[in-house]
Structure formats: C-alpha cells, structure tokens
C-alpha cells in the first residue's frame, strides 16, 4: 500500500452511456496533452500523473485498485451528468473527497478553495442543489460523440476548454494538503439510499 501522493488527478467518470466513450476517447487525452503544458518547469509530471481507471492492470482487484488510486491522489475531477449522479461508485469517490475536504476545513468560513473541480457533461441544470456550491467548468456544449467530432471546429472548442481546466488545476495540484493516511475512504455500501447527505465513513 503506498504512502503519500500518487497522482495529481483522478478522473471520477460514470461507465456507461455517452459519458463514458467522451471521457475516454476525448477529454482524457486532451487533458493529459495539455496539464504538463500548465505545470511549472521544476514540478515533476509523470505517467501516472492522472489517474483514469483505464490503467487498471489485467488480473488486478478493482475496487481495491480503485480507493488506493483515490487515496492517493491529491484532487478530484469529476464528469458530472444526470447519470453520474444515479452510480453508487462514482458517489463513493465524490463523497470520499468532500469528507476529506471537511477534514481540512476547506470550503467554509474564508477558506473556499477545494480539491474538487468538476466538469459538466451534461445538463447543469439537473446537477443535484447540494453540489451546485462547488465551482465546476460546464462543457456540456462539447459533450459530443459523433465519430466527425474530431474532425469538427467544436472539437477546437472543447480543447481550448481543457486548458482553462488546465489553469484552475495547477493552484489546487500545488496547493494540495500534505497527504495523511488516516483520511477515511466512502465505500458504495456506506452509501444511504440517498446519497445526497454524507454517509458514515471507514
């Protein structure tokens, strides 16, 4: 089991559906162009600098791949869609960073900063009224799948969006807390049957 930071990012996407095939094929790739581009010369970028659970190795446990990954990561980025919001894992990994963010006494009095930043798929308004408090970046006008997508100006769009993502990243990856290992992990059975309060934590 490792101690300390592993990775900078980890990427909290729902498998299913549109999200799914965007994340992977697009937004993922785009951001992982472009953050070194956003980093400081002397900060040490590396293969395992965003987490995305595509780099699961074959034969491993994956949910236990998974809390170590997220552990171990010093934020969380979110893709936010209706449908995010129905998967009990993805919730589990949100609400695994808000306690985190509790314990350090981020997002309340004079300290509004985080080490959340969600980006929206799809539809913003349906995002639940208790996560709306968090500042996202919504590219739910990008949020294509059509194999052209590529190949379009949109694409241009959403690539210039990623790196206004890159931006607001840096401050929150080099302003990271120094990692602890009592910081509690959300499992998706501590999860109530609205998972919208926190949940009792391990």
């Known amino acids: 089991m490792a101690h300390g930071y592993v990775h900078d990012i980890f990427i909290s996407y729902r498998h299913a559906?549109?999200?799914h095939t965007w994340v992977t094929e697009y937004f993922f790739p785009l951001l992982k162009d472009w953050l070194p581009e956003h980093m400081p010369p002397d900060y040490q970028i590396s293969e395992n600098s965003i987490f995305i659970d595509t780099q699961v190795e074959t034969g491993t446990s994956w949910p236990i791949r998974l809390v170590e990954a997220l552990r171990t990561s010093r934020c969380l980025l979110p893709i936010w869609s209706p449908q995010y919001f129905r998967s009990k894992w993805c919730m589990a990994e949100l609400h695994t960073m808000l306690e985190r963010e509790k314990i350090l006494g981020m997002r309340k009095g004079h300290n509004w900063s985080g080490i959340i930043y969600p980006v929206i798929f799809k539809s913003a308004?349906?995002?639940p009224p208790e996560y709306r408090t968090i500042q996202y970046e919504d590219l739910s006008h990008w949020g294509i799948n059509a194999s052209s997508f590529k190949d379009s100006s949109e694409y241009l769009h959403l690539e210039s969006g990623v790196q206004k993502i890159c931006e607001k990243l840096r401050p929150m990856i080099l302003g990271a807390p120094d990692?602890?290992?009592?910081?509690p992990t959300v499992t998706p059975e501590a999860l109530p049957s609205n998972p919208f309060p926190l949940p009792r934590f391990l």
């Open 125 to 127: 308004c349906l995002i």
């Open 179 to 183: 990692w602890q290992d009592t910081w």
């Open 17 to 19: 559906g549109p999200a």
